[in-house]
């Protein structure tokens, strides 16, 4: 270190500021300060305080007028209405009420229970889970390349009817509800999926648009026309997504209609919400029964179908009994569609407004599902076999377009249904042939308990399944997910995991494995040991490692991570598994392989209570960590590097090798190797490496070993050695004079004088302006605060046997002299008058404060005439230079700045300088007046100081009277 | 006991109307046409078959004057009484035969202004009869053998279609119910529906003409049904088109359900049912 030391780099400051101080004319005397005497006689008298009195920390009482008109929007708790009593502190004002974050939650907090109320339907609880649920899901996995069709039949097929003769006029009136623009039929052909969507949405809009321009034919015309369209089976693949979108114009029609038949009834006074047909008046009723009349004839099955379900809630305004007698009517109805894909979804549907309008009404629910049952067959009949062959979709891939449709029906089915009826249910699906795709949407929409309860019969089942049909692993996944929501008997648990695993590991395609056995890593973590997740592990690399087949899978890979680490959160075990480790290498990509580690650096920092010595979690973190840090480069956004940081840091914190602090310190040195493009991660290692000086320190009761000498003078080395490579200049400063404190602290003389060197070498590099959250301030103030601080180490730290007297403190402030400091700046003299207390208590005779077992200047020196002379001559400077300062200030137009720098000039003189000396004195008596000359000084301020000021102005009133 | 149409004739102006009397007339219309394909054949009494009046009378509700500015309301009864040994029929639109009820309510104006005059069209429905329908299930079952005119029985594929109709002799305000089982077929099916069709009938001593037309069309299954369902047969009487069967010396209104089964090789095989309609 010594090697550091270069003589060329230290300035010769004594003769320097002899140049500069050729004027002065006085010697500065130090006040000779009695320091215990003065912490007594400073010490505030202990006074019993009356609750009812003043006092400095009680809140004060503000009125706080702006949080009224803060917009709070009567939404938040009431709790910060009391405000007037609380102190009105800038941040907890500033979030009250106009935090638009707290505002949002706030709202939808209070949002959320009305919203539950309004519905008042007691059958319906949060539990179930509702439609707009399902929709988003069913969209986006129901999707299609095939060019589609809309198909308008603006024209009318009626080549089949045989009536004769029927005469212009009443032909156009009979088919008016069928025509929207007569004679013409609107084929769009060639439309991609998204085209598809957007001319759906469009009718939806132009529905709207008739409707609020009281045509309502054609809005009736238009929803018949879309409700066509769902008898079209074409293009397969994608029927439950347009049936998705169909049905959402739907809704939008029964809820438009069933509005404006309300608007209807309540025009003297709206009627509630729970009315009865009584309140209903005539108009509304023939109103709403022409609707039905209208779309009763409708000629075509489905379209009257759905629009008729569609305002199933308009028969409340008719009787009372109008829904109980339609819902099983229509249920009846579906039995006339052949296609047993468009009727299960009509089911759906019917189902869907069922449970919205009368979820009391549970039997034709059931109703529909046994008919589901009893046309069942239909699914394997010649019609839609022959229909699959052209458009050249393979059973499997039909079949779960079924899902959907039957999982929604079964769970408005199973929704708060007694065991019995589930049983019944069951068994009834048992006895079907070819059951599969009914026996996934059981376990799919059946409560998890009552499958968990019953897993065992459930696998026997699908094992019984045939294998060309509907595909094992997806019965496999959905009994998955039933088990990872509710537990199935103890006994059962091992059986069923190897029945399952056994029928997961033999499925082909890596995809559908995945898929599988993402779902089922769940319950093998909630229910069985390392040893079994390692196995699931084990398998999971074999079957995704061939042909690279983990890179279609990453969301499903990352997954079984992140139910692997909500699961096991001792690390210790979690890496003690042989495959986690290879599992973790099947992340390739590195964004994802990224993500990946800082969820479990998350649960690591979150779960990890006790710091570690664990070389197996070392090791495998410190890998973790190193992919992190690797993600880096020079892309990286700044907030990324951050979370990185924060969560290497973390790592670092935990990382404890007791007593061991040889190896702690070789970790660091790793750590430093391994994280070198971090630099919070480097400041860190730098403050461990501190922590562990200090440490040692305190094991050894403050007095080093030969070896314990070595072992911080080696922390001190990797310290300095570091510093350097950090860019932040603020932060080698402060950590340059951290790291000379602690190793002053610790007895290391040479190595702190390097570091406080250093950092006086340093202090030309900083710049005038930094980057401080994106925005370039001013760094003076920065380097202020910095000066101050190690302005005050200085006093403890003992000159260097080869190197002048003052030695630092010259170069500190040579190296301030030479900073270029900003235009119209009063920095560099306030450097100069708070370096003025420094000197004045370097002359004590016993100082303020010293490090044990380092003899600072006073013992050195002994008060040495010679030193105080020193001291003395530099404080001259200083005030020369000051006065120098104040005189330039006078001919601009900086008097305001020179009465404040005049008056703090004469404060520190107050303070620190014995007025005794009639030079002194009489520079304090001037400064007093330059400083009130203009009249910029607030004299009350400058009167009520400390009891030492109070008491020196009185002397200078004694000597001027 | 008569029923009377009540009302008010309302009058809105800016400024005070002079006028020449208002009066208000009532008219009740059988309005008989002949079909294109009839008319050549029965020309002879063609004149027959002009209009016949049910009910016409005719009442001044304002003497000539002046009606002041504003809203003025003028209420006014009628008797429903038919003229003569005639009776009212329930109001109903067809293609041959109308019956048809209209008011018109005329303003005579002094001369250079335009006398004004407004129609409006009200519906009669008949007196619910006291008696009870006894509904009669109709069972009935559709096979190759069972169809009339078939030119080759052999080409035609088999099926066996079996179901009922709750009843023939219907109430116009209750749905035509019933059910079809699809027992088997060798051909899949396209289509069932249920025909509605209207048998109207004019004419006199001379002779008649008898025209079936259809009123609506309704699909209860599309596409392959599952076999041994039943299927509902449902179908509400539309209102204005329909009402209850009548019979008179000069005309006849009657109704007519047809089953029709269309194959999928386009095959169309129909089951009539006659109906009788009636308001209880």
């Given at each position: ?75 938040t ?11 009105p ?8 009420g106009?935090?638009?974050l ?24 949060a ?10 899901e ?9 060019k ?105 029609f029964g ?30 009723k ?32 008719l ?11 229509l ?81 408005c ?34 409560r998890p ?32 997910r ?14 069923i ?38 196995t ?6 074999k ?80 890998h ?11 892309l990286?956004v ?10 290497i ?92 404190q602690v ?123 010679k ?33 404040s ?9 107050l ?8 030079k ?10 330059l400083s ?30 | ?50 209009p016949i ?58 001369l ?17 009869q ?43 305000t ?5 059910e ?11 289509s ?7 048998v ?28 041994g ?7 509400v ?5 329909t ?15 047809n ?22």
């Amino acid at each position: 270190m010594g090697s550091v030391y270069s003589p060329n780099s230290c300035p010769n400051f004594p003769t320097r500021f002899h140049s500069i101080a050729l004027y002065s004319v006085f010697f500065r005397h130090a006040r000779v300060r009695k320091y215990g005497a003065e912490l007594q006689r400073c010490r505030l008298d202990a006074v019993p305080v009356d609750l009812g009195d003043y006092h400095p920390l009680k809140p004060i009482t503000v009125t706080d007028s702006r949080s009224r008109r803060g917009g709070r929007k009567g939404s938040t708790s009431s709790s910060s209405s009391s405000s007037s009593s609380v102190a009105p502190d800038p941040l907890s004002s500033m979030l009250e009420g106009t935090d638009p974050l707290s505002l949002f939650a706030a709202a939808s907090a209070s949002e959320t229970p009305t919203l539950s109320h309004s519905k008042n339907e007691e059958e319906v609880g949060a539990d179930f889970e509702p439609w707009s649920a399902k929709r988003g899901e069913i969209l986006a996995r129901f999707t299609t390349t095939e060019k589609l069709s809309i198909n308008l039949f603006m024209g009318s097929d009626k080549t089949s009817s045989p009536s004769s003769a029927v005469s212009e006029k009443v032909r156009t009136r009979l088919e008016e509800l069928d025509d929207l623009e007569e004679g013409s039929q609107r084929e769009l052909l060639n439309l991609s999926q998204q085209d598809y969507v957007n001319r759906i949405e469009e009718l939806n809009q132009s529905l709207k648009e008739a409707w609020s321009s009281d045509q309502k034919v054609k809005a009736l015309k238009i929803v018949i026309q879309c409700s066509k369209l769902l008898s079209d089976t074409s293009v397969i693949q994608f029927y439950p997504s347009k049936f998705v979108l169909i049905t959402d114009i739907l809704d939008t029609f029964g809820r438009l209609v069933y509005e404006r038949i309300w608007s209807m009834c309540s025009d003297p006074r709206p009627i509630p919400d729970s009315f009865s047909v009584e309140d209903v008046n005539d108009t509304a009723k023939e109103t709403c029964l022409n609707w039905f009349f209208k779309i009763a004839s409708i000629r075509e099955l489905i379209p009257r179908l759905y629009v008729e379900a569609a305002i199933l809630k308009c028969n409340r305004f008719l009787n009372k009994t109008g829904i109980q007698e339609t819902l099983p009517r229509l249920t009846a109805m579906i039995r006339g569609i052949g296609d047993p894909l468009v009727a299960v979804y009509a089911r759906a549907y019917l189902c869907r407004v069922g449970m919205e309008v009368a979820p009391h009404l549970k039997d034709s629910l059931n109703k529909n599902f046994f008919d589901l049952l009893a046309s069942f067959r239909q699914i394997h009949g010649d019609t839609v076999q022959n229909q699959l062959v052209i458009q050249r979709v393979e059973i499997p891939v039909y079949l779960t377009l079924y899902s959907p449709a039957i999982h929604w029906i079964l769970q408005c089915v199973a929704y708060r249904a007694p065991d019995v009826l589930l049983t019944e249910m069951m068994e009834r699906c048992k006895k079907l042939g070819n059951n599969a795709l009914l026996l996934n949407s059981v376990m799919w929409a059946f409560r998890p308990e009552f499958v968990a309860a019953r897993a065992t019969d459930f696998i026997g089942m699908i094992k019984d399944c045939d294998e060309a049909g509907f595909p094992k692993h997806l019965l496999f996944g959905s009994l998955g997910r039933s088990l990872a929501c509710a537990d199935p008997p103890e006994s059962e648990r091992l059986p069923i995991l190897n029945e399952a695993w056994k029928v997961i590991t033999k499925v082909r395609s890596p995809q559908d494995y995945i898929n599988c056995a993402e779902i089922w890593v769940e319950f093998t973590c909630r229910h069985f040991t390392k040893r079994e997740v390692n196995t699931v592990l084990a398998d999971i690399i074999k079957h995704m490692t061939p042909d690279r087949a983990f890179e279609d899978a990453y969301p499903q890979l990352q997954s079984v991570m992140k139910k692997i680490l909500t699961y096991f959160h001792n690390f210790s075990v979690l890496f003690s598994m042989e495959k986690f480790l290879p599992f973790l290498d099947m992340f390739q990509k590195d964004s994802v392989r990224v993500e990946v580690c800082k969820s479990i650096m998350e649960v690591f920092i979150k779960h990890q209570q006790e710091p570690t010595r664990d070389p197996v979690i070392l090791n495998a973190l410190l890998h973790v960590c190193k992919t992190m840090h690797d993600s880096v480069n020079a892309l990286t956004v700044e907030d990324e590097k951050r979370s990185l940081a924060l969560l290497i840091n973390g790592f670092i914190r935990m990382v404890s090798f007791g007593r061991d602090f040889e190896q702690q310190l070789s970790f660091c040195v790793e750590a430093r190797a391994t994280f070198c493009n971090l630099e919070p991660v480097i400041i860190q290692l730098i403050h461990t490496v501190n922590q562990l000086a200090m440490e040692t320190r305190r094991v050894m009761g403050g007095s080093h070993s030969r070896k314990t000498a070595a072992f911080v003078r080696a922390c001190a080395a990797y310290s300095f050695i570091t510093i350097p490579s950090l860019t932040s200049i603020f932060s080698r400063l402060h950590l340059y004079l951290l790291s000379g404190q602690v190793a002053l602290a610790n007895q290391c003389l040479s190595q702190a004088d390097a570091f406080l060197k250093a950092a006086v070498s340093v202090l030309p590099e900083v710049p005038r302006t930094i980057s401080v959250e994106g925005k370039q301030r001013s760094s003076e103030a920065f380097l202020l605060d910095f000066i101050n601080s190690f302005l005050s180490t200085l006093l403890v730290v003992p000159d260097h046997p080869e190197q002048g007297v003052l030695y630092l403190v010259r170069g500190l402030l040579n190296m301030v002299q030479d900073y270029t400091w900003e235009d119209n700046s009063d920095a560099k003299v306030r450097v100069y008058i708070s370096a003025l207390p420094l000197l004045a208590a370097m002359s004590q005779e016993s100082y303020l404060y010293t490090i044990p077992k380092v003899d600072s200047n006073e013992t050195l020196y002994g008060g040495d005439p010679k030193f105080v002379a020193e001291i003395s001559r530099l404080c001259e400077t200083l005030i020369g230079q000051v006065l120098d300062h104040l005189k330039t200030l006078g001919r601009e137009e900086g008097v305001r700045r020179q009465g404040s720098l005049a008056f703090s000039l004469f404060s520190t003189l107050l303070a620190h300088g014995d007025l005794r000396n009639n030079k002194l004195n009489q520079l304090a008596v001037n400064l007093w007046n330059l400083s009130h000359k203009n009249g910029h000084c607030d004299t009350r301020t400058s009167v009520s100081l400390s009891p030492t000021y109070t008491f020196s102005y009185k002397l200078l009133n004694d000597f001027h009277p | 006991l008569v029923e009377v149409l009540a009302g008010v004739v309302v009058i809105t102006s800016k400024e005070a109307v002079q006028h020449q009397g208002i009066s208000l007339t009532m008219e009740g219309l059988v309005n008989l046409q002949l079909s294109s394909k009839s008319v050549g054949v029965f020309e002879a009494f063609y004149n027959s078959v002009k209009p016949i009046q049910l009910i016409s009378s005719n009442i001044e509700v304002a003497k000539p004057g002046k009606v002041p500015g504003g809203k003025t309301e003028i209420p006014f009864e009628f008797p429903l009484q038919a003229k003569g040994n005639k009776m009212l029929y329930e109001t109903y639109h067809g293609v041959f035969v109308n019956i048809q009820y209209t008011l018109r309510c005329d303003m005579r104006r002094p001369l250079l202004a335009k006398d004004l005059s407004k129609t409006c069209e009200f519906m009669l429905h008949c007196q619910p009869q006291k008696s009870k329908v006894q509904p009669t299930p109709v069972d009935f079952t559709i096979t190759p053998e069972t169809l009339q005119n078939v030119k080759e029985r052999t080409s035609l594929p088999k099926f066996v279609i079996r179901g009922h109709l709750d009843a023939t002799n219907c109430v116009i305000t209750q749905p035509l119910t019933g059910e079809l089982v699809v027992e088997s077929s060798e051909v899949a099916i396209k289509s069932i529906e249920l025909q509605l069709v209207r048998v109207e009938t004019c004419g006199c001593a001379e002779g008649y003409a008898r025209d079936a037309t259809e009123i609506q069309n309704i699909q209860i299954a599309e596409g392959d049904v599952c076999h041994g369902l039943p299927i509902p047969i449902y179908m509400v009487f539309p209102r204005l088109f329909t009402c209850p069967t009548l019979e008179t010396t000069n005309f006849k209104v009657e109704f007519e359900v047809n089953v029709v089964i269309v194959l999928h090789d386009d095959h169309l095989i129909t089951e009539n049912f006659p109906l009788k309609l009636c308001r209880v």
